[in-house]
């Protein structure tokens, strides 16, 4: 079994930062990737951002150039810097960590971007 914790939602203005941190715990393949999803109110959930462990990267094209997806592999941990924040990126954000043999999701951290 393996938990996921997320960090660092919360309220900001347009234009604004936020940082996402996902901290895995429990028995974690060490091939795996790491990612964040998102959910907003009325859609389905998307891809932001995934990560694998030789650090390749993936963005949903909304997000490409304004987000940052990075990883700690000895902390199990990953980021999401999240620049330039406008209003369509109010969401839920979801953790996930997957491999050939396991599938997790965090409990989500919402992310409200509003003046």
């Known amino acids: 079994q393996v938990q996921l914790v997320e960090s660092g939602g919360g309220l900001v203005q347009p234009g604004g930062s936020l940082r996402l941190s996902c901290v895995a715990s429990g028995r974690i393949s060490s091939n795996n990737l790491m990612g964040w999803y998102r959910q907003a109110p009325g859609k389905e959930r998307e891809l932001v951002a995934h990560?694998?462990?030789?650090?390749?990267?993936n963005y949903a094209s909304s997000v490409k150039g304004r987000f940052t997806i990075s990883r700690n592999t000895a902390k199990n941990t990953v980021y999401l810097q999240m620049n330039s924040l406008t209003p369509e990126d109010t969401a839920v954000y979801y953790c996930r960590i997957w491999g050939s043999d396991m599938n997790y999701w965090g409990q989500g951290t919402q992310v409200t971007v509003s003046s």
């Open positions: 990560i694998n462990n030789n650090f390749v990267t």
